[in-house]
């Protein structure tokens, strides 16, 4: 079953349009079968002969997420923020419409089913982002305009009026299918768009009877701000070109350049354009500045004329724009592009093949299933896009001009906050050619700007939502298989970019983190849900590091993973925004800020962000109190689905932070509860109307989830391609990775609503338990045979079955706090940007690897420390969080800790624990660094200032403390030693925890 189905091959002509068949949810406007291409009437005679099994292309309904649902308040819109138009397979080109109706939400910025009226037909498109009214992309929107041109002008200036030329428009008369939308707006013109990757296609039937014939070249018409623009009519050639410089996604003051090059088959009859508050007949150049709408030009053409417009597009140059319309489509015909996009569909699309579920006397209701699916396999394919011209170039991050690597693509658009939560492990499945090209452009972006971005690239702004998080996709990528990229180059930009002191790192307030693996609440910005995604982020490149061969990186890395330990709450037992002095437990949960406004979960409450540890969740459930507490506060996220971030208890699965939560239950041993919860979603939340999305698809991250869901697998460890396992929705699927020869298939005899359960798993023909595959079978493909029932069995129940929870680093030194005098940006120890000074250290006699006596009123106490050896910018003192220090195991006498509080002093109770399994507490108290020691603290080190972030040195008087020895029982060997959970105030930081040996001769008993 190896396929070659899918090729994009770099540098030819690209993928067209089109489709015929009619959406379910719109009135019929029925071709003849002369007037449908040969694909289609042999589709349609395929649809007649098995009505009940529509093909994948044929399933796709465009309208599904197009509609706001006014009914929901959830925090981002109940919208999919979907389009409609044409596009091809990760085509630089969506053609499609964009809507405006009266009153609010009018102007969304992208496609709205209910609007009224069509402001244009642009040709570029981002699916599924928010920012409501500045989704970005729209450029050059043409309108077909039938009134007279008094003198040859335009009747009304489209700077001053543009809304004069918005087109009414009823969905009776319109329809879409991949690579193919039509409408007849109330002008009486039909508009037909259809697409290849570089070019878009346009077909305007005139009316005869009309007044004129007329097409708008809107050039300063991009849905967001106008920097420049610029046209160019050559009504001799048929030709227009032009240029414009817009806003990128949420308008917040990135820029980026498009280019056309438009030609005519019908003779332009008249011209003009308009520029700023003019509109000139004749002429045929116009440059505009930043006035939207500003600059356009329009073409007049003999009433009743059917005009075909193939505009190519490119972010390089309007010269190769011209060379992508002519490579790509030439003087094909409207009706060949589009049947060419209609076979790129096919076979894209084709990539997986569904087959069973309910069974064939569901009938509409799995023709239902099918159209949800495939949709949402549509909504994937569109994004990421090729970026790169037909001849290689593409614009660098840099500015530059620069060439693809022959055989490659280019791919920009990703939303890495979207993306790494399923998306491209998605992609990395289906196509891994794909995946390793996309791989390879993060590549050349982090190389081009020294950086890692998170938002969509280049055409979009860099949109902050909680993290640089486009690292954790590109690890799952590799994981899954797609390594035919600089895997080197790329380990050793993160390596740099994510190191102290995190000036080329594109997380907010990574010095704070870097230093301390925490960001304090006052910093707002979604701080403790940074702190999360950050942590993800970590354990991400710590896995690629270790397939890389890298076990320092890997270890080092390990460490920042288990960050989301700072923000844990042991007392609430809930992951918690904290402050410099404590934990907020005041906050409450069920809110996205805190009492002062600062955002601390991203989009999300504090219940829906607390369940995101998804490297850990073991070490997480058992934190919350075992898989009991867990459960119960599990199933109260679950009673509602998709409740929003406002004052909530339940769920948001339309939204990233949650799309993980479903699986936790198979940590609890209860995966037959993850498949009752990812039931109902499916049911509950997705359908096949235009509000059949319940959030925005955000490029294609929601659909991605929904997928996922179908297939009864779902990528939760994200950075690896672990497997977590609930119950396939279908018989039979089998996914045909494009230009690939792995395979996978996925076996569920009698799957259905009703036998919803896996009971049994084979893997390969062999039988297991466990509710988890590891990543072999995602790198290898294979063969999953489930055996359902009606009830939950005990398959995936068992203490070894639960998927595995990555517990490296969780006992490591995590806090810098020593740095060189002039450096203090390598460090920081108190979340005010102050560290210690290595050189005060070493004069009093703390070098790296130093015995510390300790000595209590000028005795002797038989406790010697060792100073941390670290190196320079490396973890020195653990900020306490429970971690466990494994000691050599012998008898002690006593024990003490060397350590300081910030913001304190800080008290919490540790633990020895014996070999022989008992466990003594030991309460610790540390003083503040900054004061003189408390009673039961003694001075060991003491040093003149401290060291800033910015370079500068802090007077005053700064000391590490020992704490009083307390006795342990001296016929017990000691086997470790538990730091603090928790503390009162402040933070607690131990440099070193040390024993005093049983004094020889001491008596046993």
Not at 14 to 21: P, R
Not at 731 to 748: F, G, L, N, P
Request: glycine share 10%; proline share 5%.
């Amino acid at each position: 079953m190896s396929s070659s189905r899918w090729r994009p091959a770099p540098h030819r002509a690209a993928l067209a349009a089109g489709v015929v068949t009619l959406l379910a949810l719109t009135p019929a406007v029925t071709l003849s079968a002369a007037a449908q291409p040969a694909a289609e009437q042999a589709s349609a005679q395929q649809a007649t002969a098995h009505p009940r099994e529509l093909s994948p292309v044929d399933a796709v309904d465009p309208f599904i997420g197009t509609e706001l649902d006014t009914t929901e308040n959830k925090s981002n819109d109940a919208y999919g923020n979907t389009f409609p138009g044409a596009t091809a397979p990760f085509g630089l080109v969506q053609s499609s419409p964009t809507t405006y109706r009266e009153g609010s939400n009018g102007e969304k910025g992208g496609y709205e089913y209910t609007a009224d009226r069509i402001r244009g037909f642009g040709m570029t498109r981002i699916s599924g982002t928010g920012c409501t009214g500045n989704y970005g992309g729209f450029d050059f929107p043409v309108l077909p305009f039938t009134g007279a041109l008094p003198e040859g002008a335009l009747p009304t200036d489209p700077a001053a009026n543009i809304r004069d030329y918005y087109l009414p428009f009823s969905h009776d008369d319109e329809r879409a299918k991949p690579g193919f939308y039509e409408v007849t707006t109330g002008n009486d013109v039909t508009t037909q768009l259809t697409a290849t990757e570089r070019t878009a296609v346009s077909r305007f039937e005139f009316p005869r009877d009309a007044d004129g014939a007329t097409l708008l070249l809107d050039v300063a018409g991009s849905n967001n701000s106008i920097r420049a623009s610029e046209v160019t009519v050559d009504a001799e050639r048929r030709t227009v070109t032009g240029t414009v410089t817009a806003g990128a996604v949420c308008n917040q003051g990135t820029f980026y350049t498009v280019h056309f090059s438009a030609t005519f088959d019908q003779p332009i009859r008249s011209h003009g354009v308009w520029d700023d508050g003019r509109v000139t007949p004749g002429q045929d150049h116009a440059v505009g500045t930043d006035t939207k709408h500003g600059t356009g030009a329009y073409l007049g053409f003999e009433p009743g004329s059917t005009v075909t417009a193939r505009i190519g597009l490119s972010y390089t140059s309007v010269e190769n724009a011209a060379l992508n319309r002519v490579t790509e489509v030439r003087h094909k015909s409207f009706d060949a592009v589009r049947v060419g996009a209609r076979n790129a569909w096919r076979d894209a699309l084709g990539t997986i093949d569904v087959s069973g579920g309910d069974g064939p006397d569901a009938g509409s209701d799995t023709d239902a299933e099918r159209t949800k699916l495939y949709t949402a396999l549509y909504h994937v394919l569109q994004q990421p896009n090729v970026f790169e011209d037909v001849n290689g170039q593409y614009v660098g991050y840099d500015g530059e001009v620069r060439r693809v690597e022959k055989g490659r693509h280019l791919y920009v658009n990703f939303a890495g906050w979207d993306f790494y939560r399923g998306h491209a492990q998605l992609l990395a499945m289906t196509f891994p050619k794909v995946a390793e090209d996309i791989a390879q452009s993060l590549v050349l972006m982090a190389q081009q700007t020294g950086t890692w971005y998170d938002g969509p690239t280049y055409n979009l702004v860099q949109a902050r939502m909680a993290a640089d998080s486009l690292p954790i996709a590109l690890a799952a990528m590799d994981d899954f298989g797609a390594k035919a990229y600089d895997r080197e180059a790329a380990l050793a930009s993160l390596l740099e970019t994510q190191s102290l002191p995190g000036d080329t790192s594109t997380r907010p307030d990574a010095y704070q983190y870097l230093a301390t693996g925490m960001i304090e609440n006052r910093k707002g910005g979604f701080a403790t849900a940074r702190v999360l995604e950050y942590s993800i982020e970590d354990f991400a490149i710590a896995q690629l590091a270790e397939r890389l061969g890298d076990n320092k990186a890997h270890d080092a890395l390990m460490v920042r993973a288990q960050s989301w330990q700072n923000v844990f709450d042991p007392v609430t037992r809930h992951i918690r925004p904290r402050e410099r002095t404590g934990f907020d437990r005041s906050f409450d949960l069920r809110v996205r800020d805190d009492a002062a406004g600062r955002g601390q979960f991203n989009q999300s409450t504090g219940y829906q962000y607390g369940w995101m540890v998804p490297h850990n969740v073991g070490t997480l459930v058992t934190k919350r109190g075992g898989a009991e507490a867990a459960e119960q506060a599990l199933d109260v996220l679950m009673e509602d689905l998709d409740a929003g971030a406002y004052t909530q208890t339940g769920n948001y699965l339309s939204n990233e932070p949650s799309f993980s939560s479903p699986w936790v239950y198979n940590w609890l041993g209860k995966p037959h509860k993850t498949t009752d919860v990812l039931h109902r979603a499916v049911d509950e939340l997705y359908d096949t109307t235009p509000t059949g999305l319940p959030g925005n698809d955000d490029q294609g991250g929601l659909s991605a989830w929904y997928v996922w869901a179908n297939l009864g697998i779902y990528p939760v460890v994200y950075g690896t391609a672990d497997l977590v396992v609930s119950a396939p929705l279908w018989e039979r699927i089998t996914i045909d990775a494009a230009d690939s020869r792995r395979d996978y298939e996925i076996v569920a005899p009698g799957a259905s609503s009703e036998r919803r359960y896996t009971t049994g798993l084979r893997v390969n023909g062999r039988a297991q338990s466990a509710s988890w595959i590891d990543s072999s079978f995602a790198r290898t493909g294979g063969t999953l045979r489930f055996s359902m029932s009606t009830t939950a069995g005990t398959w995936g129940a068992g203490a070894d079955d639960v998927p595995p929870s990555y517990t490296e680093g969780m006992d490591g030194r995590n806090n810098v706090g020593t740095t060189h005098d002039g450096r203090g940006n390598l460090g920081s120890i108190d979340l005010s940007d102050w560290s210690l000074s290595r050189e005060g250290l070493a004069a009093a006699g703390a070098t790296p690897g130093a015995r510390l006596p300790l000595r209590v009123d000028g005795a002797d106490t038989g406790v010697a420390f060792t100073w941390p050896d670290a190196g320079v910018g490396e973890p020195d003192n653990w900020i306490v969080a429970g971690q466990r220090i494994d000691l050599e195991d012998a008898p002690a006498a006593a024990v003490s800790f060397l350590g300081l509080a910030t913001n304190g002093p800080a008290r919490g109770t540790a633990y020895v624990e014996y070999t022989d399994g008992t466990r003594q507490p030991v309460e610790v108290e540390l003083t503040d660094w900054a004061a003189g020691p408390s009673a039961g603290n003694t001075t060991v080190v003491e040093v003149a200032g401290r060291n800033n972030r910015n370079g500068t040195s802090g007077t005053g008087t700064f000391r590490v403390f020992a704490t009083r020895p307390v006795a342990l029982d001296p016929d017990k060997t000691v086997d470790a030693v538990v730091l603090p959970a928790s503390t009162d105030h402040g933070i607690m930081h131990v440099f070193d925890v040390a024993t005093a040996p049983v004094p020889a001769g001491t008596p046993a008993g």
